[in-house]
Protein backbone atom coordinates (compact mmCIF):
# COMPACT_ATOMS: atom_id res chain seq x y z
CA UNK A 1 0.00 0.00 0.00
CA UNK A 2 1.36 3.41 -0.38
CA UNK A 3 -0.09 6.49 0.97
CA UNK A 4 0.13 9.84 -0.90
CA UNK A 5 -0.70 12.87 1.23
CA UNK A 6 -2.00 16.25 -0.11
CA UNK A 7 -1.28 19.24 2.76
CA UNK A 8 -4.46 21.18 1.40
CA UNK A 9 -7.61 20.82 -0.74
CA UNK A 10 -6.20 23.59 -3.02
CA UNK A 11 -3.18 21.27 -4.09
CA UNK A 12 -5.38 18.76 -5.84
CA UNK A 13 -6.89 18.93 -8.82
CA UNK A 14 -10.35 16.30 -9.60
CA UNK A 15 -8.71 14.23 -12.10
CA UNK A 16 -5.65 13.91 -9.16
CA UNK A 17 -8.32 11.48 -7.54
CA UNK A 18 -9.87 9.61 -10.45
CA UNK A 19 -10.54 5.69 -9.76
CA UNK A 20 -8.48 6.72 -6.49
CA UNK A 21 -9.24 5.41 -2.31
CA UNK A 22 -9.76 8.82 -0.97
CA UNK A 23 -9.56 9.87 2.01
CA UNK A 24 -10.63 14.02 3.64
CA UNK A 25 -9.65 15.16 6.70
CA UNK A 26 -11.26 18.89 8.32
CA UNK A 27 -10.47 18.18 11.87
CA UNK A 28 -11.08 21.53 13.01
CA UNK A 29 -13.68 20.87 12.54
CA UNK A 30 -16.00 20.05 9.27
CA UNK A 31 -14.97 16.01 9.25
CA UNK A 32 -15.36 15.55 13.47
CA UNK A 33 -19.00 17.41 13.08
CA UNK A 34 -19.44 15.46 10.33
CA UNK A 35 -18.56 11.95 12.34
CA UNK A 36 -20.53 13.16 15.19
CA UNK A 37 -23.59 14.27 13.56
CA UNK A 38 -23.87 10.36 11.93
CA UNK A 39 -22.63 8.86 14.94
CA UNK A 40 -25.73 10.68 16.97
CA UNK A 41 -28.39 9.47 13.79
CA UNK A 42 -27.95 11.99 11.50
CA UNK A 43 -29.84 9.76 8.54
CA UNK A 44 -27.09 11.60 5.41
CA UNK A 45 -25.54 14.92 5.07
CA UNK A 46 -24.90 16.74 1.83
CA UNK A 47 -21.75 18.68 1.79
CA UNK A 48 -22.47 21.62 -0.15
CA UNK A 49 -20.73 24.85 -1.19
CA UNK A 50 -22.85 27.85 -0.68
CA UNK A 51 -25.33 28.44 1.50
CA UNK A 52 -27.59 29.22 -1.08
CA UNK A 53 -27.41 25.53 -2.57
CA UNK A 54 -28.12 24.21 0.60
CA UNK A 55 -31.47 26.06 0.87
CA UNK A 56 -32.23 24.85 -2.63
CA UNK A 57 -31.68 21.35 -2.45
CA UNK A 58 -33.01 20.94 1.33
CA UNK A 59 -36.01 22.58 -0.48
CA UNK A 60 -36.96 18.85 -1.49
CA UNK A 61 -37.63 17.49 2.17
CA UNK A 62 -40.34 19.09 4.81
CA UNK A 63 -38.00 21.94 7.62
CA UNK A 64 -39.00 18.90 9.98
CA UNK A 65 -36.17 16.68 8.20
CA UNK A 66 -34.23 19.34 7.52
CA UNK A 67 -31.33 20.44 9.46
CA UNK A 68 -29.01 23.74 7.75
CA UNK A 69 -25.33 23.47 9.27
CA UNK A 70 -22.19 25.43 8.71
CA UNK A 71 -19.77 28.55 9.06
CA UNK A 72 -17.42 30.79 7.26
CA UNK A 73 -14.04 31.58 8.91
CA UNK A 74 -15.85 29.76 12.15
CA UNK A 75 -18.76 32.01 12.38
CA UNK A 76 -21.92 30.63 11.61
CA UNK A 77 -24.49 31.41 8.67
CA UNK A 78 -27.60 33.56 9.42
CA UNK A 79 -30.84 31.83 9.68
CA UNK A 80 -29.00 28.45 9.64
CA UNK A 81 -30.35 25.89 12.57
CA UNK A 82 -26.68 25.64 13.59
CA UNK A 83 -22.46 26.24 12.59
CA UNK A 84 -19.64 24.06 12.59
CA UNK A 85 -19.46 22.64 16.35
CA UNK A 86 -19.76 19.03 16.57
CA UNK A 87 -20.88 19.90 19.88
CA UNK A 88 -24.53 20.94 18.42
CA UNK A 89 -25.18 17.95 16.92
CA UNK A 90 -26.73 16.38 19.74
CA UNK A 91 -29.21 12.91 18.70
CA UNK A 92 -31.92 14.90 19.57
CA UNK A 93 -30.97 17.56 17.36
CA UNK A 94 -30.09 15.27 14.51
CA UNK A 95 -31.59 11.61 14.43
CA UNK A 96 -32.85 11.32 11.31
CA UNK A 97 -32.52 14.47 9.61
CA UNK A 98 -30.99 15.54 6.57
CA UNK A 99 -27.81 17.95 7.46
CA UNK A 100 -26.64 20.14 4.53
CA UNK A 101 -23.29 21.48 5.45
CA UNK A 102 -21.42 24.15 4.37
CA UNK A 103 -17.95 25.01 5.59
CA UNK A 104 -14.80 26.81 4.20
CA UNK A 105 -13.10 24.43 3.98
CA UNK A 106 -14.05 20.77 4.89
CA UNK A 107 -16.46 21.03 2.37
CA UNK A 108 -15.33 22.13 -0.45
CA UNK A 109 -12.13 19.19 -0.13
CA UNK A 110 -15.24 16.80 -0.35
CA UNK A 111 -16.77 18.34 -3.58
CA UNK A 112 -13.52 18.04 -5.22
CA UNK A 113 -13.54 13.88 -5.11
CA UNK A 114 -16.32 13.42 -7.17
CA UNK A 115 -14.17 11.23 -9.60
CA UNK A 116 -12.34 8.91 -6.50
CA UNK A 117 -13.30 5.59 -6.75
CA UNK A 118 -14.24 5.54 -2.70
CA UNK A 119 -13.97 8.42 -0.57
CA UNK A 120 -14.03 8.24 3.18
CA UNK A 121 -14.43 10.89 5.86
CA UNK A 122 -11.71 10.96 8.78
CA UNK A 123 -11.43 12.85 11.71
CA UNK A 124 -9.03 12.03 15.07
CA UNK A 125 -12.75 10.75 16.41
CA UNK A 126 -12.59 8.24 14.50
CA UNK A 127 -9.31 7.68 12.57
CA UNK A 128 -8.48 4.30 13.82
CA UNK A 129 -11.66 2.98 12.67
CA UNK A 130 -10.69 4.32 9.31
CA UNK A 131 -7.39 2.76 9.11
CA UNK A 132 -9.00 -0.55 9.98
CA UNK A 133 -11.48 -0.57 7.16
CA UNK A 134 -8.90 0.80 4.56
CA UNK A 135 -6.07 -2.07 5.79
CA UNK A 136 -9.07 -4.85 4.91
CA UNK A 137 -10.03 -3.20 1.18
CA UNK A 138 -6.52 -3.19 0.73
CA UNK A 139 -6.05 -0.76 -2.22
CA UNK A 140 -3.03 -0.32 -4.11
CA UNK A 141 -3.02 3.72 -2.87
CA UNK A 142 -4.65 5.73 -1.11
CA UNK A 143 -4.87 9.73 -0.87
CA UNK A 144 -5.29 11.32 2.60
CA UNK A 145 -6.75 14.77 1.33
CA UNK A 146 -6.13 17.31 4.08
CA UNK A 147 -8.61 20.69 4.02
CA UNK A 148 -5.79 22.97 5.47
CA UNK A 149 -7.44 26.24 6.53
CA UNK A 150 -8.02 28.72 3.31
CA UNK A 151 -5.44 27.49 1.50
CA UNK A 152 -2.37 26.92 3.88
CA UNK A 153 -0.87 23.61 5.48
CA UNK A 154 -2.35 23.28 9.21
CA UNK A 155 -0.85 20.67 11.54
CA UNK A 156 -4.09 19.21 13.20
CA UNK A 157 -4.94 17.81 9.20
CA UNK A 158 -1.49 16.36 8.65
CA UNK A 159 -1.60 15.11 12.69
CA UNK A 160 -4.69 13.53 11.65
CA UNK A 161 -2.86 11.64 8.67
CA UNK A 162 -0.44 10.79 10.44
CA UNK A 163 -2.70 9.01 12.95
CA UNK A 164 -3.94 6.89 9.99
CA UNK A 165 -0.54 5.73 9.25
CA UNK A 166 0.24 5.05 12.38
CA UNK A 167 -2.75 2.55 12.59
CA UNK A 168 -2.20 1.15 9.16
CA UNK A 169 1.18 0.31 10.04
CA UNK A 170 0.54 -1.48 13.56
CA UNK A 171 -1.76 -3.63 11.31
CA UNK A 172 0.49 -4.13 8.05
CA UNK A 173 4.14 -3.32 8.80
CA UNK A 174 6.24 -0.23 7.07
CA UNK A 175 3.94 1.79 5.20
CA UNK A 176 5.25 3.22 2.19
CA UNK A 177 4.34 6.55 1.20
CA UNK A 178 5.57 9.96 0.33
CA UNK A 179 7.56 12.89 1.79
CA UNK A 180 4.57 14.43 3.43
CA UNK A 181 3.20 10.66 4.77
CA UNK A 182 6.31 10.32 6.31
CA UNK A 183 6.43 13.71 7.82
CA UNK A 184 3.11 12.89 9.20
CA UNK A 185 3.65 9.36 10.56
CA UNK A 186 6.45 11.13 12.69
CA UNK A 187 4.54 14.30 13.62
CA UNK A 188 1.66 12.23 15.31
CA UNK A 189 3.75 9.94 16.56
CA UNK A 190 5.89 12.75 18.57
CA UNK A 191 3.03 14.49 19.64
CA UNK A 192 -0.08 12.33 19.98
CA UNK A 193 0.41 12.46 24.04
CA UNK A 194 0.07 16.17 23.58
CA UNK A 195 -2.12 16.92 20.89
CA UNK A 196 -3.93 19.73 23.05
CA UNK A 197 -1.06 21.82 24.15
CA UNK A 198 0.14 21.49 20.69
CA UNK A 199 -3.22 22.93 18.77
CA UNK A 200 -3.26 26.15 21.03
CA UNK A 201 0.00 27.06 20.26
CA UNK A 202 -1.08 27.20 16.73
CA UNK A 203 -3.46 29.91 14.33
CA UNK A 204 -6.51 27.71 14.25
CA UNK A 205 -6.51 26.64 17.83
CA UNK A 206 -5.52 30.44 19.31
CA UNK A 207 -8.77 31.62 16.76
CA UNK A 208 -11.19 28.89 17.67
CA UNK A 209 -9.81 30.10 21.40
CA UNK A 210 -11.05 33.97 20.40
CA UNK A 211 -14.00 32.60 19.30
CA UNK A 212 -15.05 30.78 22.08
CA UNK A 213 -14.83 27.15 20.72
CA UNK A 214 -12.35 25.76 23.23
CA UNK A 215 -14.28 22.95 23.94
CA UNK A 216 -14.72 22.26 20.34
CA UNK A 217 -10.61 22.10 20.06
CA UNK A 218 -10.83 19.95 23.59
CA UNK A 219 -13.50 17.83 21.59
CA UNK A 220 -12.01 16.97 18.28
CA UNK A 221 -8.51 16.27 19.82
CA UNK A 222 -10.23 13.15 21.67
CA UNK A 223 -9.60 10.04 19.87
CA UNK A 224 -11.69 7.04 18.34
CA UNK A 225 -14.63 7.81 20.26
CA UNK A 226 -16.53 7.04 17.46
CA UNK A 227 -15.95 3.97 15.19
CA UNK A 228 -17.86 4.76 12.51
CA UNK A 229 -17.40 5.02 8.95
CA UNK A 230 -18.80 7.49 6.69
CA UNK A 231 -18.54 7.43 2.71
CA UNK A 232 -19.14 9.70 0.69
CA UNK A 233 -21.05 8.19 -2.78
CA UNK A 234 -23.63 10.22 -4.98
CA UNK A 235 -23.35 13.68 -3.10
CA UNK A 236 -24.31 12.61 0.34
CA UNK A 237 -22.41 11.28 3.29
CA UNK A 238 -23.71 7.90 4.88
CA UNK A 239 -22.74 5.20 7.57
CA UNK A 240 -21.39 1.67 6.21
CA UNK A 241 -22.31 -0.76 8.22
CA UNK A 242 -24.85 1.95 9.28
CA UNK A 243 -27.37 -0.03 11.92
CA UNK A 244 -24.95 -0.94 13.86
CA UNK A 245 -22.60 2.04 14.35
CA UNK A 246 -24.93 4.87 15.37
CA UNK A 247 -24.11 5.69 18.82
CA UNK A 248 -20.97 3.34 19.40
CA UNK A 249 -19.43 5.75 21.62
CA UNK A 250 -16.87 5.00 24.34
CA UNK A 251 -17.26 6.14 27.47
CA UNK A 252 -14.42 7.69 28.73
Not at 59 to 69: F, H, I, M, R, Y
Not at 140 to 167: M, N, P, R, W
Not at 177 to 202: C, F, P, R, W
Request: charged content about 25%.
Amino acid sequence: MYIRIYATHQDVKKKDLKNKKVVVIDTLRATSTIVTALAHGCRQIFPVSTTNEAKILSSSWSKEEVVLGGEYRGYRFAHFNYGNSPLEYEEEAIKGKNLFLVTTNGTVALQKTSEASEVLVASLLNGRAIADYISHIDPAQVILLCSGTQGHFCLEDTITAGKIIYHLSEKEGEIEGDEMAIAALQLYQLNKDQLLELMKLTDHGQRLIEQGYEQDLNFCLREDIYPIIPQLSLSRIRLLNRGENIGMEKKL
